[in-house]
């Protein structure tokens, strides 16, 4: 499945101003390609548009011209990312060729109740007490604002057939997804007009080496990620050292998971997360949930023997896997070799996709 492109076809992507996360440097790598490696007439599109200066300081080395207004042409084609303020941005447009990234899927979703679509007077309530909890005694958030809605709401299929409806899927002409979750998940409902397209991670990662001598008996987490079920891992293995991956620079995470043996996440894993990729580029064992994207081989291509459910009666049976990859190190790493090698063929999957989708013979 391609896309219609001309002559003067000019391709806009758009992206949250002055944000620094992995969905924008996806969306700064596309435009990028388009333009480097496709040779295309491609820019971003930053919303809100008001900022004087929307472009993140990380995201500079991309050099991506920008517009604050679109051609509504239908020669020229508009990609958003799931988000609702980005699928919403669509509205505003008659005539150009629609396009969805779908980066995540469970982000789809939450953005959506977080943008008060949806009166959900609990998740309000929540939300005051962990702003209490953080800014007033500076502790860790007491509930999981996503793990409450994403229970509530995957899995409600009157609920996303509603929404998507809404989104008025019928008049996207193509989307791309990330992840083989995504397309499982809108081809559940009876969306096929569907192209992968991954993406792959920041060179300072590939480019990164590790000391198999210098690793250490440490576990790495994402506290931002299934930080309950990771929270009962951790009591119940007092003698394990854990580290966690937050208001760290690139570099002190790289050299993080240089020094750790093992990154573990039982997070939801929206789409294709990065910091597992990171992690095991950089000789790290991982262990993740079965949730989201780690359900999918595709997705996380490490051996089964290290997904497990994110259920009480198997945190003994995670300790142990834990135990066994420090004790045995210089063995467990080699199971995911095959994961590495995949992680360093994505950069040139990602061009060879995108030659796929903006097929140069097309012109009209």
Same mark, same amino acid.
């Given at each position: 499945?391609?896309?219609?492109?001309?002559?003067?076809?000019?391709?806009?992507? !758009?992206?949250?101003?002055?944000?620094?996360?992995?969905?924008?440097?996806?969306?700064?790598?596309?435009?990028?390609?388009?333009?480097?490696?496709?040779?295309?007439? !491609?820019?971003?599109?930053?919303?809100?548009?008001?900022?004087?200066?929307? =472009?993140?300081?990380?995201?500079?080395?991309?050099?991506?011209?920008?517009?604050?207004?679109?051609?509504?042409?239908?020669?020229?084609?508009?990609?958003? @990312?799931?988000?609702?303020? /980005?699928?919403?941005?669509?509205? &505003?447009?008659?005539?150009?060729?629609?396009?969805?990234?779908?980066? &995540? +899927?469970?982000?789809?979703?939450?953005?959506?109740?977080?943008?008060?679509?949806?009166? #959900?007077?609990? +998740?309000?309530?929540?939300?005051?007490?962990?702003?209490?909890?953080?800014?007033?005694?500076?502790?860790?958030?007491?509930?999981?604002?996503?793990?409450?809605?994403?229970?509530? #709401?995957?899995?409600?299929?009157?609920?996303?057939?509603?929404?998507?409806?809404?989104?008025?899927?019928?008049?996207?002409?193509?989307?791309?997804?990330?992840?083989?979750?995504?397309?499982?998940?809108?081809?559940?409902?009876?969306?096929?007009?569907? =192209?992968?397209? &991954?993406?792959?991670?920041?060179?300072?990662?590939?480019?990164?080496?590790?000391?198999?001598?210098?690793?250490?008996?440490?576990?790495? #987490?994402?506290?931002?990620?299934? #930080?309950?079920?990771? %929270? %009962?891992?951790?009591?119940? !293995?007092?003698?394990?050292?854990?580290? @966690?991956?937050?208001?760290?620079?690139?570099?002190?995470?790289?050299?993080?998971?240089?020094?750790?043996?093992?990154?573990?996440?039982? /997070?939801?894993?929206? /789409?294709?997360?990065?910091? @597992?990729?990171?992690?095991?580029?950089?000789?790290?064992?991982?262990?993740?949930?079965?949730?989201?994207?780690? !359900?999918?081989?595709?997705?996380?291509?490490?051996?089964?023997?290290?997904?497990?459910?994110?259920?009480?009666?198997?945190?003994? =049976?995670?300790?142990? %896997?834990?135990?066994?990859?420090?004790?045995?190190?210089?063995?467990?790493?080699?199971?995911?070799?095959?994961?590495?090698? =995949?992680?360093?063929?994505?950069?040139?999957?990602?061009?060879?996709?995108?030659?796929?989708?903006?097929?140069?013979?097309?012109?009209?």
């Amino acid at each position: 499945m391609t896309l219609s492109i001309s002559r003067n076809t000019k391709i806009y992507v !758009a992206s949250p101003s002055n944000v620094a996360t992995g969905g924008p440097e996806l969306l700064h790598q596309l435009v990028y390609h388009l333009r480097n490696s496709l040779n295309l007439d !491609a820019y971003m599109y930053y919303f809100p548009a008001f900022l004087e200066n929307p =472009v993140h300081p990380n995201y500079e080395i991309y050099n991506c011209p920008f517009v604050k207004e679109i051609e509504d042409k239908k020669t020229n084609i508009f990609i958003v @990312p799931e988000v609702i303020k /980005g699928i919403e941005l669509l509205r &505003s447009f008659k005539k150009i060729q629609e396009v969805i990234w779908w980066l &995540s +899927i469970d982000n789809f979703i939450t953005s959506y109740i977080y943008s008060n679509k949806i009166r #959900y007077s609990s +998740i309000t309530f929540r939300r005051i007490i962990n702003k209490i909890s953080r800014d007033i005694f500076e502790k860790d958030n007491i509930f999981d604002i996503n793990e409450i809605i994403l229970k509530k #709401y995957l899995y409600n299929k009157n609920f996303i057939s509603k929404f998507l409806k809404e989104v008025n899927m019928q008049n996207i002409d193509l989307n791309l997804c990330q992840s083989y979750y995504a397309m499982n998940f809108l081809g559940g409902f009876g969306i096929n007009n569907i =192209v992968y397209l &991954s993406d792959y991670l920041n060179k300072e990662f590939l480019l990164e080496t590790f000391d198999i001598n210098k690793k250490e008996n440490i576990v790495t #987490y994402n506290p931002q990620k299934g #930080y309950g079920f990771t %929270k %009962k891992i951790i009591s119940s !293995a007092p003698n394990i050292k854990f580290v @966690p991956i937050i208001n760290m620079t690139r570099q002190q995470v790289i050299e993080t998971l240089q020094q750790a043996k093992i990154y573990i996440d039982f /997070g939801n894993h929206p /789409g294709k997360d990065r910091v @597992p990729r990171e992690a095991a580029i950089l000789g790290c064992c991982v262990i993740t949930g079965k949730r989201g994207s780690a !359900a999918f081989y595709e997705d996380v291509p490490v051996p089964e023997e290290y997904k497990f459910e994110d259920k009480k009666e198997n945190i003994p =049976v995670i300790i142990e %896997k834990i135990e066994d990859c420090f004790e045995n190190f210089d063995e467990r790493y080699k199971d995911f070799d095959y994961y590495r090698q =995949v992680i360093k063929q994505e950069p040139a999957k990602f061009i060879e996709d995108l030659k796929k989708i903006f097929v140069l013979e097309n012109f009209k």
